[in-house]
Each structure stands twice: as structure tokens, then as C-alpha cells.
């Protein structure tokens, strides 16, 4: 029975809450019609429906037809109905995507928009055996790792899906045997999707060697989701001890990463290009393996450009992975008068006028001599050409070549404030001061300028 079936899978899952309010995701095809009458029929529950539609704008007057068949079917159930309609073409050519993706992210945040309005617990969707079949085979074919292949989740944060061990067919005859109706999706006959041919070529071709070729794939999504949680357990272990947050993303040390096993090093990008982009759509296998490489080669810098606008870069002991705005960023900050300043680029500063010479040879504290230097000062980041003379030298260098002789990597050059008053440079941030500036030992008082940049002292920690 397919009510004992599904009440297995919500238990075996915890999917739901006594009393639970749940929006439940109908489109008006079959497998959508199901899970609206199986959950209205589980009393056990108690759950209270909200039934959603996004009508997606991509078949006309068919897309309009869906639309109100579910909300008329809202209506018989006696249930609220959130319906909203978007432009998925346009959001398609905006954001440079599939069709199948633009759409499915539009889905998502619809249903993330009405839960916010609802104050719903959970968001039902109505996968089946066969959307995880074709799932893992789509993700198998654009080279995925274990992760991509365990498939679809049967709960995945506040989305549940109690229909992911029932197949079409089981859904189809139950549909039937109460006289249910529903609405078919011609788009669902289109070998435009990938998804769609999968469904009607390349799994009928499969079943030829295989008849249960459904049941075994959704099988194997179950074991490389459970291989997946216990790689992830010690992912997450192993990101804390490697990766450093900062404003632009994350960065680490080659050292440390290249301890970890190769799945774990593997593991640990996913991550963390997951938690800037916000998910691994676009991201292949063969790219998380090339930064592998990038990384532990023994070039000592190069730069990635990743899909969703990510960079990753590398350079001495260190790489990064950030948005690719990290190198085109550049900051400019005018300082008129002694106090306390902090930036959004990541670091602060402490202006006084001092006589305490006990911080004299700290790094981050730099001494002028007032005779030298007056406000306003200029805060900002390297710029091509930049010279200044470093304390304890006779002539003038270029800061690129003393980024260079301090192994300061590339990527984070422009992260090192520069600190100048009219006169010139006076200090490159948290490494060396100008010695034209420096306090003559005659002199009392001098302004004191105390630098917290967390990039800076990363460099340093190397």
C-alpha cells in the first residue's frame, strides 16, 4: 500500500512534526496531485497544508491551465493556496543559465518566500524513484564526486520529500484506483532536457541489461549518501583546522592541506566553494581535481576563474578562494586627525601622538616623526609604480619588488594598506615605515599609528 509506504519513508526520515505546517509544492502532474492527497489523508500527522504553485510563464496557455487546476483543487481541499507567477526566460538570459536551472531556482525561492509569509515549518516536494534515478545519472554523466551522486536528499534542511522510494508507476496506480485527476506537462515529453532524454532514452536503454535499473541507482544513492554524511563529518573537521575567514572568502595554508587524504583535500574545496557561492551548480569534479593540482604543484602562484563569479588564487604558502572581485578591489581612506578608524576592507587603526617607546619595534606600530608628517593622511592599497624607502635603506624601492622579496602573495598585495601624507609613503602597512619619516632620537613625541589586519598578519604567520 502506498499510504504505508509513504508513512515508512516520513518516519524513517523524521520528516514531519506533530502538527506541523506544511507548504506543499503542486505543479498539477501526477506525482504533485499524489503527494497533496497522501499527506491530506495521513491524519496521524495532523499537518496543516498550505498548497503552492509557481506558475513559471513557459508554455502559454498550458501554464495557465496548471495554474488553475491546482488552485481549484486547493479549493475542493478546503486549503490556503499561494500561487505567484514569474519570467523565467528573462531570468534564464539574465543569469546565464539552463533553462531546467533557471527554472528550479526560481521554484526554490519561491517556496523559500512562502515560507517566510506562512510561518511554515516545512516545504513538501514530491520526488519520486525516478527523479532520483535520473538525478544521479544526470550528475554521473557531468562527472560529480560521491557527494553529487547520493542523489537527491530526503530531507534537506526544511524540504522533505516523502515520495522518494515511490516510483511513477506505484503513483500512477493509485492515482487511478481513487479516480484522482491530474495534468500532464507536455514539456515533460521534450527531449530538449537533459532530464527528459535520460527519462526516455537512456534509462529504457539501461533496462535492457537491467530491468531494475531504477531501483538499483536509487539503491547506490542511498549508500554513497551514507559514504558522503561520514566524509562530511570529517570534512567539517578538517575546513575548521585549514580555512580562515575573512571579508573576501576564505584562504589557508598549502602546508596544512596538503596533509589531509586527498578525498578529505577534495572534500574541503567543495566546501568551501559551497559556502561562498552558495551551492556547487556548474562545479565539476575535474575542477575541484585541477585546483588540487594548482595547489599542490610547485608553481608558486596562478589564479582559477570558477563558475558563479569565485577565484581561486595562490601564491607562496597560501591560496584563497574568494568572489573575483578580491584583486579588483582597491580602497581609499582620507584620515584627518588623531582617533580610532575602522574599515570594511578588513583592518584598523589607532592615530595618537605617543612618547612610549615600548612598542618600538612591533611591526604592526608604525613611528613618525610630527615634524614630517601632518594630517590628512591617505589610507589605501598599492598602485602600480608605488616607491618608498625602506627603513634602514639608502635608496628607494618599488613596493611590488618588496611584496616580492617578503613572499606577500599576489592575491593579497592590495589587501596591505599603504599610508601616505603629501610628502610621500610613509608606511607600508604592518611591514616597514619610510626612513625619511622615521622619529629623530631627539625628539619627545611622535605620532604613533597602530594597524589590526588580519590579512597582514596572516602573511607573517608563514
Sequence with gaps: MIQTDISKTIDEYGMFNPGDKVIVGVSGGSDSVCLLHLLYSLKKYRLKLIVAHLNHGLRDRESDRDEKFVEETALKFGLKYIGERCDTESFKNQE?????????????????????????????????????????????????????????????????????????????????????????????????????????????????????????????????????????HHTQKAFKSVFVKKHFGYIAKIDKYSHLHKAIRLSVLRMCIEKIKGDLISISTVQILNLDDQINSVKASSEVLLPGKLLFSKGYKVFSISGNELNKSGFNHEVKEYGKYSYRNGFKLLLEQSSDQSMWLDENTGHFSLKKVSFPLNIRNVKPGDKFKPLGSKGFKKIKDFFIDEKVPRFLRKTVPIVECKEGIIWVGGFRIDDRFKVDKREKNFLRIRLSNPEVNLIKDF
Design 96 to 232: 546565464n543559465l539552463s533553462t531546467e536551472d533557471a527554472a528550479r531556482r526560481l521554484r526554490y525561492r519561491f517556496f523559500d518566500n512562502s515560507l517566510k509569509i506562512t510561518g511554515a515549518d516545512k516545504i513538501a516536494t514530491a520526488h519520486n524513484l525516478e527523479d532520483q534515478a535520473e538525478t544521479v545519472l544526470m550528475r554521473m554523466l557531468r562527472g560529480s564526486g560521491s557527494s553529487g551522486l547520493s542523489g537527491i536528499p530526503p530531507v534537506n534542511g526544511n524540504i522533505v520529500r516523502p515520495l522518494i522510494s515511490i516510483s511513477s508507476s506505484e503513483i500512477k496506480k493509485y492515482l487511478k484506483s481513487q479516480k484522482i485527476k491530474w495534468i500532464e506537462d507536455s514539456s515533460n515529453s521534450s527531449k530538449i532536457f537533459l532530464r527528459n532524454k535520460i527519462r526516455h532514452e537512456l534509462i529504457p536503454e539501461l533496462s535492457k541489461y537491467n530491468p531494475k535499473i531504477v531501483e538499483v541507482l536509487s539503491r547506490t544513492s542511498n549508500l554513497l549518501r551514507l559514504e558522503s554524511d561520514f566524509l562530511n
